[in-house]
């Protein structure tokens, strides 16, 4: 961070009228609404990375069973139609697989997840083994910076997944 942006920092309005104990408090609000969002988008990339890959499998299967089986002609040439539109299915869900990358968005969040977790975990220890008037603002702060530094890497770790092989966003 810059010299200017720590000073615009510091001398936002109210900055120093909160005293030690608000500024845990907001930090311990702002972690919390951390942890519950990138939950969330944990969830629905989860959510999303094993719809396609158990679409998958299953078309794929579907598709193997259905030119197995054993009709009359006229039900061989169906079977034979949908097991086509059933692999077509699958290509098409295997290709758009890794422009999503699902899989790779729910991985970092997991991992960002687990930080924020101990982000918060160390600053209840800290705040538990600390009375009021020893709280210490560098220490609140250092917490503080380091949620944002989580999601600093969550946020990198995002624009690389979605961008393509030149270093441009995807569309």
Same mark, same amino acid.
């Given at each position: 961070?810059?010299?200017?942006? &720590?000073?615009?920092?510091?001398?936002?309005?109210?900055?120093?009228?909160? +005293?030690?104990?608000? =500024?845990?408090?907001?930090?311990?609000?702002? %972690?919390?609404?951390?942890?519950?969002? @990138?939950?969330? &988008?944990?969830? =629905?990339?989860?959510?999303?990375?094993?719809?396609? =890959?158990?679409?998958?499998?299953?078309? &794929?299967?579907?598709?193997?069973?259905?030119?197995?089986?054993?009709?009359?002609?006229?039900?061989?040439?169906?079977?034979?139609?949908?097991?086509? @539109?059933?692999?077509?299915?699958?290509?098409? %869900?295997?290709?758009?697989?890794?422009?999503?990358?699902?899989?790779? %968005?729910?991985?970092?969040?997991?991992?960002?997840?687990?930080?924020?977790?101990?982000?918060? +975990?160390? %600053?209840?220890?800290?705040?538990?083994?600390?009375?009021?008037?020893?709280?210490?603002? &560098?220490?609140?702060?250092?917490?503080?910076?380091?949620?944002?530094?989580?999601?600093?890497?969550?946020? +990198?770790?995002?624009?690389? @997944?979605?961008?393509?092989?030149?270093? =441009?966003?995807?569309?």
């Amino acid at each position: 961070m810059t010299n200017s942006a &720590s000073a615009k920092r510091e001398s936002a309005p109210g900055a120093d009228e909160r +005293s030690p104990h608000e =500024k845990a408090e907001y930090v311990r609000v702002e %972690l919390q609404k951390s942890i519950e969002r @990138v939950q969330l &988008s944990r969830r =629905k990339n989860q959510r999303r990375a094993t719809i396609i =890959k158990v679409t998958t499998i299953l078309l &794929s299967g579907l598709a193997t069973i259905l030119l197995g089986l054993q009709l009359g002609e006229r039900t061989q040439t169906l079977l034979k139609q949908m097991a086509f @539109v059933c692999g077509a299915c699958v290509t098409m %869900l295997t290709a758009l697989e890794p422009f999503f990358n699902f899989r790779s %968005l729910w991985i970092e969040h997991e991992r960002a997840l687990a930080t924020l977790y101990r982000i918060e +975990s160390d %600053l209840n220890f800290y705040l538990s083994g600390t009375t009021l008037e020893y709280l210490d603002i &560098s220490a609140i702060e250092g917490f503080h910076a380091r949620c944002q530094g989580a999601w600093d890497e969550l946020s +990198s770790t995002w624009l690389r @997944v979605r961008s393509g092989p030149d270093g =441009k966003c995807k569309p």
